[in-house]
């Protein structure tokens, strides 16, 4: 007999618990990375990946690494293919050191080079340290396409990214920054994070690194 499928959620179902104060601003944050987030069940087994900026000490990489901003093991593999793709395509040692790997996975997340705050550049994501998260106990996410995003260039104008439309980005809502100190810690206890990696030009090595218990 074929298992049942896993129960869905609503948003509003998934957030009942959680007081407007924490509501709101998680579900603005998702709203403003995802075109119509959807609740999903990650279950025991599923790895996550996200490329983050490297940080002056352990513990604020590990901060960093633990945010909740992530995708699925096959949108990264495919990134990863993208990546060997274009680097195998260009002719001569200096033009393959010239393709990065960094430059895929924003384009396919559509991270920009700076953050706009406020119609402003904002934040430097120079995205050079690879982090991974294995599930070990059912957890919930949203889902959904990622929302483009604006980047104000140095001459004034504003560039788009608009990412891959069919990657799906996954967000941790109980590693939010609006989250409580007890959400987080609960959500932390249903992960196992990866040894943060810096081959940012040999991603595909970092499939099968060390993982932290």
Same mark, same amino acid.
């Given at each position: 007999m074929p298992s049942?499928?896993?129960?869905?959620?609503?948003?509003?179902?998934?957030?009942?618990?959680?007081?407007?104060?924490?509501?709101?601003?998680?579900?603005?944050?998702? #709203?403003?990375?995802?075109?119509?987030?959807?609740?999903?069940?990650?279950?025991? /087994?599923? +790895?996550?990946? %996200?490329? $983050?900026?490297?940080?002056?000490?352990?513990?604020?990489?590990d901060a960093r690494i633990s945010g909740p901003w992530w995708i699925a093991e096959c949108d990264y593999? #495919?990134?990863?293919?993208?990546?060997?793709?274009?680097?195998?395509?260009?002719? /001569?040692? +200096?033009?393959? %050191?010239? $393709?990065r790997f960094v430059d895929t996975y924003r384009e396919a997340n559509a991270v920009p080079h700076r953050w706009v705050a406020n119609g402003r550049p904002g934040r430097v994501a120079a995205l050079d340290?690879?982090?991974?998260?294995?599930?070990?106990?059912?957890?919930?996410a949203l889902m959904g396409q990622g929302k483009s995003q604006p980047e104000v260039l140095g001459s004034g104008l504003t560039r788009t990214w608009p990412g891959w439309p069919d990657l799906t980005q996954l967000f941790v809502y109980e590693l939010s920054k609006h989250a409580t100190d007890a959400m987080r810690r609960a959500c932390a206890r249903r992960l196992r994070f990866g040894a943060p990696s810096t081959a940012m030009q040999e991603p595909t090595m970092y499939r099968e690194g060390p993982r932290r218990g």
């Open positions: 049942p499928p896993p129960p869905r959620k609503t948003l509003a179902e998934l957030f009942a618990s959680l007081p407007p104060r924490i509501r709101n601003p998680i579900a603005d944050e998702a #709203r403003g990375g995802i075109v119509d987030p959807v609740p999903v069940r990650l279950g025991p /087994g599923v +790895r996550l990946f %996200r490329v $983050v900026d490297r940080q002056p000490d352990a513990a604020r990489q593999l #495919r990134i990863v293919a993208e990546f060997m793709r274009l680097r195998g395509a260009a002719a /001569g040692r +200096r033009a393959q %050191r010239q $393709v340290v690879i982090g991974s998260a294995d599930v070990v106990e059912t957890l919930w």
